[in-house]
């Protein structure tokens, strides 16, 4: 075991920087696509200028609740210079919201309290004005009801005596309370909701795996490598089995997997926020188990190094596509029961142990040794 162990580092030292790619591949490329990704979706936020005339409460509640939105990046600027950004095209477009807009709003009034510029390259100004002008129409609606709510009391004089702003609480609190503005639709027989998403979102683990699937095979050329001639003759010389010899290999590689996986789950952690537990750890660790004895056996099929490459990527961008982790698939390619059996990767996809793959891999392995340990007897 120990000359063993000594003969692999010998052949590691001769490509330390090709081993030690492969292996921080998935952690290093999962971690800048995620935050590349993230960072895109930051800088990609509309540009509008937003000028406030009304020094009052209502005025500032609706540059918050703008600013608070995802479509747009809010910059609080003069009339004369929102005008300025915006004719060097700097900003999409600009809002401003006159003097005497609270009063207006709590008159139940929305006409000519917010006026606009745009050009003809503000491509994003009609979604931007509609969202603005729902949020108006959602402080006017409010306002209109409190004024209902003080004339019914007046008119049949009610002993309730509710002030404007105890009525505009309430009316927050229900519309917080009853979600009267997000509903979440499921199917009819369905038990789990139909949730809305972000448009990239990123499966951490899911992209890991995509990655460590094409690594891993990358990895195992070695397969190919010591199945000519010259080192297969060696065997009739030395006091362990080929058998044996390729099976304390893969024992090896496992556990090289497994303390960067380790490294993985520590990073991941700190910079990505991944919440780790117990049964992620022997998702991980049977996935691993999975892929490395998948990965010989796919290995020991080819002589050549480059069709072994080739095909690699093939199957990594074909598991990728049915696995729907980098594109969604969904209304596009159906999913089948023969799709998610067919795929190594389903079971951690979906957040379970691998247990079928894994039993094929360990499967084809040992056909794998024993046919070998009978071509050299």
């Not at 005025?59 to 005008?83: F, G, R």
């Not at 402080?139 to 709510?149: L, V």
């Not at 979440?184 to 448009?199: D, G, I, K, M, W």
């Not at 379970?352 to 039993?359: A, E, L, P, R, S």
């Given at each position: 075991?120990?000359?063993?162990?000594?003969?692999?580092?010998?052949?590691?030292?001769?490509?330390?920087?090709?081993?030690?790619?492969?292996?921080?591949?998935?952690?290093?490329?999962?971690?800048?696509?995620?935050?590349?990704?993230?960072?895109?979706?930051?800088?990609?936020?509309?540009?509008?200028?937003?000028?406030?005339?009304?020094?009052?409460?209502?005025?500032?509640?609706?540059?918050?609740?703008?600013?608070?939105?995802?479509?747009?990046?809010?910059?609080?600027?003069?009339?004369?210079?929102?005008?300025?950004?915006?004719?060097?095209?700097?900003?999409?477009?600009?809002?401003?919201?006159?003097?005497?807009?609270?009063?207006?709003?709590?008159?139940?009034?929305?006409?000519?309290?917010?006026?606009?510029?745009?050009?003809?390259?503000?491509?994003?100004?009609?979604?931007?004005?509609?969202?603005?002008?729902?949020?108006?129409?959602?402080?006017?609606?409010?306002?209109?009801?409190?004024?209902?709510?003080?004339?019914?009391?007046?008119?049949?004089?009610?002993?309730?005596?509710?002030?404007?702003?105890?009525?505009?609480?309430?009316?927050?609190?229900?519309?917080?309370?009853?979600?009267?503005?997000?509903?979440?639709?499921?199917?009819?027989?369905?038990?789990?909701?139909?949730?809305?998403?972000?448009?990239?979102?990123?499966?951490?683990?899911?992209?890991?795996?995509?990655?460590?699937?094409?690594?891993?095979?990358?990895?195992?050329?070695?397969?190919?490598?010591?199945?000519?001639?010259?080192?297969?003759?060696?065997?009739?010389?030395?006091?362990?089995?080929?058998?044996?010899?390729?099976?304390?290999?893969?024992?090896?590689?496992?556990?090289?997997?497994?303390?960067?996986?380790?490294?993985?789950?520590?990073?991941?952690?700190?910079?990505?926020?991944?919440?780790?537990?117990?049964p992620l750890v022997i998702h991980i660790l049977s996935f691993r188990i999975?892929?490395?004895?998948?990965?010989?056996?796919?290995?020991?099929?080819?002589?050549?190094?480059?069709?072994?490459?080739?095909?690699?990527?093939?199957?990594?961008?074909?598991?990728?596509?049915?696995?729907?982790?980098?594109?969604?698939?969904?209304?596009?390619?159906?999913?089948?029961?023969?799709?998610?059996?067919?795929?190594?990767?389903?079971?951690?996809?979906?957040?379970?142990?691998?247990?079928?793959?894994?039993?094929?891999?360990?499967?084809?392995?040992?056909?794998?040794?024993?046919?070998?340990?009978?071509?050299?007897?």
């Amino acid at each position: 075991m120990n000359d063993m162990l000594y003969a692999r580092f010998l052949l590691w030292k001769k490509r330390p920087f090709s081993m030690l790619l492969w292996l921080i591949l998935p952690i290093i490329g999962t971690i800048l696509i995620i935050t590349m990704t993230n960072s895109i979706q930051e800088d990609s936020r509309i540009p509008i200028g937003l000028v406030v005339e009304d020094d009052s409460a209502l005025a500032h509640a609706l540059m918050e609740k703008v600013k608070a939105s995802n479509l747009v990046q809010v910059y609080t600027l003069t009339e004369e210079e929102a005008i300025y950004q915006l004719e060097k095209h700097d900003l999409d477009s600009v809002f401003v919201i006159h003097d005497g807009y609270e009063s207006s709003i709590l008159k139940g009034k929305r006409n000519n309290i917010i006026s606009s510029y745009q050009t003809d390259l503000s491509l994003a100004y009609a979604p931007v004005k509609e969202m603005i002008v729902s949020l108006v129409q959602e402080e006017t609606g409010r306002a209109k009801a409190a004024h209902f709510i003080l004339d019914m009391n007046e008119q049949y004089n009610g002993q309730a005596s509710w002030t404007w702003d105890e009525i505009s609480e309430k009316s927050k609190e229900i519309q917080q309370d009853e979600n009267l503005l997000n509903t979440a639709f499921r199917y009819y027989h369905s038990e789990q909701q139909v949730e809305n998403t972000p448009l990239i979102a990123w499966n951490t683990w899911g992209l890991w795996a995509i990655i460590s699937f094409i690594t891993t095979l990358f990895l195992s050329d070695w397969v190919i490598q010591e199945k000519s001639m010259t080192v297969t003759t060696r065997f009739s010389f030395l006091r362990i089995s080929r058998a044996s010899y390729y099976f304390q290999n893969i024992c090896l590689y496992l556990l090289l997997f497994l303390l960067f996986d380790l490294l993985a789950i520590t990073l991941f952690t700190v910079l990505l926020h991944e919440f780790v537990s117990v049964p992620l750890v022997i998702h991980i660790l049977s996935f691993r188990i999975m892929m490395t004895g998948l990965a010989f056996s796919i290995a020991n099929c080819f002589r050549s190094k480059g069709t072994f490459y080739t095909v690699t990527i093939l199957l990594a961008l074909i598991i990728a596509i049915i696995s729907g982790t980098i594109l969604p698939i969904e209304g596009f390619i159906p999913k089948t029961r023969l799709l998610t059996q067919i795929n190594p990767l389903h079971e951690f996809l979906a957040g379970k142990i691998t247990i079928i793959w894994g039993v094929i891999s360990i499967f084809l392995v040992l056909i794998t040794l024993f046919r070998k340990e009978r071509f050299n007897a």
